[in-house]
């Protein structure tokens, strides 16, 4: 890096800091202070206050890190300038180690994603077991191989690398999460849901392999909006990519404000002292989670509990848990401050809306709890869709006018008026703010059509990208084969079975993705915000296919997962673009992981559903009670069975103009961009909107403690002590990610399978007053305030 920077011209030196601020205008994650800096460079040393030379040392080191390495600090921390072809990455034990992986951490994810509370093995975890692996097969496995095409494969290479150890990561990483499909299953296997006696293993492997690979077959649009965009820096992935560095990579002594523990050795303490603590928060002493500290002065009082409860209220409170995995709960040290600031902003907007349509009992709200995520009947009670669908799952009219419409509480109705408004808005706005990379990629992408035999990452230069172009490239028809087989496989599932789904449906929702995949890829490229379709989905399927659930969670299931899929696909790509993994090797890891963990989770779902007493019930063993399974059964309710237009032309007619609304305000956000763009640098009226839709069952609880964590790391620690910031800032946060999975892990097996309860006030005061369930809940009474013992339209005539 020296000698490339010392070698610059100082006239391509000032023209390359000019190109950068051209690109990077506007651009949140790139720093303040070296944008102004940098304005002052190019207007020579005069404006810059620094003597000749000076002004050329300063010009030509900031050109040199964004020409050779990487304009963002958090990239520079987490990356190497230069690249080792000789490393050793696809070996057979790095595809052991990380399908073996894939194996254990698909599994358990997909059997207790099922319960409440969930337990899950996150990427971090694994990754601290997957290294002991590694260096265990270097010592034990013989040199043994074989030679294809001059090329040698052996059991054991060497040490185990870097590279190896980020290949098996992203392996794993990609298929390690609950398959969405899943709730299909349980939905239409359990009597409790929508039996459908025809399921069986061919129709659940068709449509669990088809939603598994629709959004593979996009990556090769998207990669170059996402992958190959320097500004799309992915902040969530930041920390994976300093785990596996603080483990592998060697690093010279230094001192650094004062600090000289080695990455390795600063994970290993930041662990263990985690690993110790969580007990407390987790078993010891529960109160520290749940830290509703101003509901215990007066437990039984209903305002109190409503406004600054964490459990049943809006968790308006200054210090709300002591539990890291709350405070983390929105990557507190992972994304960047404004993009935090922003949803915060949004959540507390939303505390204030919700607390206004209780209080006014806005349609009906002030007979249901505050903030809950359930659907409920007009007495209060829990919505019982049974009691209105006929022998086919659909909906009987009779029953439903002798029955109830269904209700949600204030805080689910902010929840989907905030989506309905960020669709428009999130599309509309992005499209116009990231035109140029837009642009960019999709004359990259046409150019590669025209030109089969040209590379990928023609037309993008920076360092990264430069150095990648070494590895051979995977080709877009691969990924169209892809996408061409998973389609087949989709309209088989729908056409052998009786799902009754129409096949244009598929086409649909893939066209739908289409549109806004980029859009909402860049936004968790940028900011670490994410955004599904699923809701988008729910609404235009409930008004093309009225009445009928069975279709709606069909195609649900696929469109959330050709983005889901795809952003992680993506995301995967990502860390190998940055730890330099041929893509080619990332192609084969991602496909036969997916693959695998397709007859992984299959066969533990049937496993589960056969052998777990009455589970997805309140009576379920070991806490089985599906609440995911139950929030997609009242969605499949609400907008497949009972449908958007009665919700839309009754219920909630108020509902349909928040997508007016959402593209209203497109046209103010884009002019304050555009007239000032110093001002608003940092706003981001997406997060904003998206903060809204925190609640419901969530609550500001959640957020708040985070926030200040965010502003102390990401803002504060970032801008005074860069160098500290750089080294620990990542390695603290997945030393403690690692650390509290891995406890809750051993905490649920050793003491809460077989339930061993500490019974003492620290344990027991979360359970007492309002705030712990107990006695008032909602703001009014049915059976005292409601006319004829029922709120909402009357019976026999309901929407």
Request: aromatic share 18%; glycine share 6%.
């Amino acid at each position: 890096m020296v000698e490339k920077i010392e070698e610059l011209k100082i006239n391509d030196a000032v023209q390359h800091l000019k190109d950068a601020l051209l690109h990077h205008q506007g651009d949140a994650n790139f720093p303040s202070e070296v944008y102004a800096l940098m304005e002052e460079l190019v207007q020579g040393h005069e404006a810059s206050h620094l003597n000749e030379e000076e002004w050329e040392f300063q010009c030509k080191l900031e050109a040199g890190l964004i020409v050779f390495h990487s304009p963002y600090p958090e990239i520079r921390a987490v990356t190497d300038p230069v690249d080792d072809l000789t490393i050793p990455i696809e070996t057979i034990r790095a595809y052991f180690l990380g399908l073996f992986w894939t194996i254990i951490g698909a599994g358990v994810n997909e059997f207790f994603m099922h319960r409440k509370p969930a337990i899950s093995l996150k990427s971090p975890m694994i990754q601290v077991m997957l290294y002991p692996c590694g260096k265990l097969l270097a010592k034990v496995l013989p040199d043994w191989g074989f030679t294809v095409r001059g090329t040698r494969h052996s059991l054991n290479p060497g040490p185990w690398t870097y590279k190896e150890q980020m290949f098996a990561t992203i392996i794993f990483n990609v298929a390690i999460p609950y398959t969405y499909v899943s709730h299909n299953i349980y939905m239409q296997k359990l009597p409790v849901f929508f039996p459908t006696p025809w399921i069986d293993f061919g129709y659940q492997f068709l449509l669990m392999a088809s939603s598994q690979l629709l959004g593979f077959g996009l990556v090769s649009l998207v990669r170059r909006f996402c992958v190959y965009e320097q500004r799309c820096i992915w902040p969530t992935l930041l920390p994976t990519l300093s785990l596996n560095r603080a483990l592998l990579k060697p690093e010279k002594k230094e001192v650094i404000n004062g600090w000289k523990i080695s990455k390795y050795n600063f994970f290993l303490v930041c662990f263990c002292g985690m690993f110790l603590y969580n007990w407390f928060p987790t078993f010891i002493f529960e109160a520290l989670s749940t830290f509703s500290w101003i509901t215990w002065i007066a437990p039984n009082n209903f305002n109190l509990a409503t406004v600054t409860g964490s459990q049943y209220g809006l968790g308006f409170n200054p210090w709300v848990t002591f539990d890291w995995n709350i405070v983390d709960y929105n990557f507190a040290l992972t994304i960047p401050f404004f993009s935090q600031l922003n949803q915060y902003i949004g959540t507390f907007i939303g505390f204030f809306v919700v607390l206004a349509l209780f209080k006014s009992n806005y349609k009906w709200t002030g007979f249901l709890p505050i903030n809950n995520n359930a659907i409920y009947d007009n007495k209060g009670k829990k919505y019982v869709s049974s009691k209105i669908l006929d022998a086919n799952s659909m909906l009987d009219e009779k029953k439903y006018q002798d029955y109830s419409p269904p209700f949600y509480t204030a805080g689910n109705l902010l929840v989907y008026g905030a989506y309905f408004a960020i669709y428009p808005f999130t599309f509309c706005y992005t499209v116009v703010q990231e035109f140029s990379t837009i642009k960019m990629g999709m004359i990259q992408f046409y150019k590669n059509l025209r030109n089969l035999k040209r590379s990928t990452y023609a037309g993008f230069n920076d360092p990264h990208a430069t150095m990648m172009k070494k590895y051979k490239e995977v080709p877009d028809w691969y990924y169209f084969a892809i996408l061409v087989v998973s389609i087949a496989l989709a309209i088989i599932c729908i056409k052998v079975y009786p799902a009754q789904t129409p096949v244009w449906g598929i086409f649909f929702i893939l066209g739908l993705n289409l549109v806004f995949l980029v859009p909402i890829t860049i936004i968790l490229a940028t900011t670490g915000f994410s955004l599904t379709m699923n809701v988008l989905t729910e609404l235009i399927i409930g008004y093309a296919l009225p009445g009928n659930a069975l279709a709606l969670n069909t195609l649900k299931s696929l469109s959330h997962n050709i983005d889901s899929q795809a952003e992680s696909y993506i995301a995967d790509q990502k860390l190998a673009h940055y730890a330099k993994i041929p893509p080619m090797a990332i192609f084969r890891g991602q496909l036969v992981s997916t693959t695998l963990q397709v007859f992984v989770a299959l066969g533990v779902i049937n496993w589960q559903i056969e052998n777990v007493e009455n589970i997805c019930t309140s009576k379920a063993a070991n806490k089985f009670s599906c609440p995911k399974e139950l929030n997609f059964y009242s969605s499949a309710t609400f907008w497949g069975v009972i449908g958007p237009k009665r919700v839309f032309n009754g219920l909630y007619p108020v509902l349909q103009y928040c997508f007016l609304i959402g593209f209203l305000l497109v046209f103010p956000c884009l002019l304050a961009k555009r007239y000032f763009p110093r001002v608003t640098k940092y706003f981001e009226p997406v997060l904003i909107i998206g903060g809204l839709y925190q609640y419901a069952p969530y609550n500001l609880s959640y957020v708040t403690t985070g926030l200040y964590f965010s502003f102390f790391f990401m803002y504060y620690v970032r801008r005074k002590y860069t160098s500290w910031w750089e080294k620990y800032n990542f390695v603290l946060t997945a030393s403690f990610s690692a650390a509290v999975a891995f406890s809750a892990v051993i905490i649920f097996f050793s003491v809460n399978y077989h339930p061993k309860k500490l019974n003492w006030w620290g344990n027991t005061v979360i359970t007492k007053g309002v705030d712990g369930g107990e006695g008032r809940q909602t703001l009014l009474n049915v059976t005292l305030g409601a006319i004829d013992g029922y709120f909402g339209p009357r019976s026999g005539s309901y929407p």
